[in-house]
Every structure is written in C-alpha cells, then in structure tokens.
C-alpha cells in the first residue's frame, strides 16, 4: 500500500494552523499512525488509530480520516513542532510510510 | 518509562554482515511484538523486519521484500534484546537502523508504535 503525503514541505510561522494530508492507495480503515521525527531525537508517536492522540502528546495536535484520505492538523504552531512528520499505515505488510513533511519556520 | 537502546553498528564491505541489538527496559519485553526499521541518508523512514510477541509466537516473522532471505530478526526474552542479523550486506543497506515496541496487542495501539530506540549506523562501503 502506497502513502502519498504531501505537501513534502512546508513555512509556516509559529501560531499558525497547519494540515498535512496523506492519502493510500487503497483502503486502510483507521489502521493510520502520525509520527514527529527530530534530529538526534527518537521518533515520536502522536496519533494512532486515525485520530486518537498519544498519551502526553499536546492537544494541538489532531488526525482525522479513514478508508482512504488522511489529515494531521496543528494548531497553534509551537517552536518545538518544526520537525519532519510522517504518516504510517499498518492495515497489511509491509508496514510502510508517506514520503514525509518537512516543517520549518518562516 | 520505557526505553530502547540501539547498538551494534559499524562499517562493513559489500557482502559482509552484521548483527544489531536493541536492548529494551521499562515494560515486560516479551508481550510485545517488536519491529525494526531503517532510514538511509537524507531518506525516508522504511519497514524492515517484525516479530510477533508472546512466548508461543517468536515463529512469527516478517520481512520487506528487500531484506527477505538476507536479514533474520530474533527476539531474547530473558535478556530484553532484539537482534538483526544481516548478511550478503549491499550498498543500499546502508542506513540508520530503528527498532521499536508495537502498542498492546487487541488494543486499538496495537497499529502503531508507541516507542523507539535511537538508531544505529550501519555502513556498507568497500
């Protein structure tokens, strides 16, 4: 199953509202998990199941979607959200991931 | 808290091997299946290999096509520790290795994975 996400980067300023879609190839249920990836840092799960947020994980973070169509929004952009995020699906094997978002600071 | 150290990496020649560990802490290491992954320079992140958790269930494996038949993922339960073993290593191997704890099998955290290691370099280059 192939995930396409996009944009594959992004300005945004902090305080902004940003969304990231990923869409597969074909239909995964809610079998979607949003990750953070920072330099030097082990990957960070924030959603699982679609759209329930990982304990800890700032509420400003939300996921919706299933079958097919898939979005991360953060709101209220922080310092600490400019990172890489990816999408990951886990309805079948292999295991596999969107391209990735790279999120910088305007 | 849980916690997952990734170690074992290093240079290698095209046709060589190596075998990486991932020794974990913090939860009760056999219930939980228990996946690696890589991410080559400047890439994305890939799947590589799964174990199943559950002491009747270490017969489970699964690989990406790309390794299948080269790599083999093995579980320690009395030690905590995950291996890669990887032979016939090619260039394309190259990459930070992962490994990472799935979420409770029968929950809805079971699709997703809740915890991973730092990563370990493995270089392959003659």
């Known amino acids: 199953i192939q995930l396409t996400q996009s944009p594959s980067s992004l300005s945004a300023s902090v305080g902004d509202r940003v969304t990231i879609t990923c869409r597969a190839s074909?239909?995964?249920?809610?079998?979607l998990a949003w990750y953070q990836q920072k330099p030097g840092e082990a990957l960070k799960l924030l959603i699982f199941?679609?759209?329930t947020l990982q304990s800890g994980v700032a509420s400003r973070f939300s996921g919706s979607g299933s079958g097919i169509d898939f979005t991360l929004t953060i709101n209220s952009l922080q310092p600490e959200d400019f990172a890489t995020y990816y999408c990951?699906?886990?309805?079948?094997?292999?295991?596999?991931f969107g391209q990735g978002t790279r999120l910088e600071i305007k | 808290e849980v916690h997952l150290l990734d170690f074992g990496g290093g240079l290698r020649q095209p046709g060589g091997s190596q075998r990486i560990s991932c020794t974990a802490s913090?939860?009760?290491?056999?219930?939980?299946?228990m996946h690696w992954f890589r991410q080559a320079p400047g890439k994305g992140l890939e799947w590589v290999a799964g174990?199943?958790?559950?002491?009747?269930?270490?017969?489970?494996?699964y690989y990406a096509d790309s390794v299948r038949g080269r790599f083999t993922i093995s579980r320690d339960n009395s030690k905590n520790t995950l291996f890669l073993q990887m032979i016939s290593l090619r260039d394309d191997d190259t990459a930070v290795y992962y490994c990472?704890?799935?979420?409770?099998?029968?929950?809805?955290?079971?699709?997703?994975?809740?915890?991973w290691g730092q990563g370990s370099l493995v270089t392959v280059s003659s």
């Open positions: 990472a704890k799935r979420g409770p099998f029968g929950s809805p955290s079971y699709y997703s994975f809740d915890s």
């Open positions: 913090g939860f009760i290491f056999s219930n939980y299946a």
């Open positions: 174990i199943a958790g559950g002491s009747d269930n270490t017969k489970y494996t």
């Open positions: 074909q239909g995964i249920s809610r079998y």
């Open positions: 199941d679609a759209s």
């Open positions: 990951q699906q886990l309805n079948s094997y292999p295991i596999t």
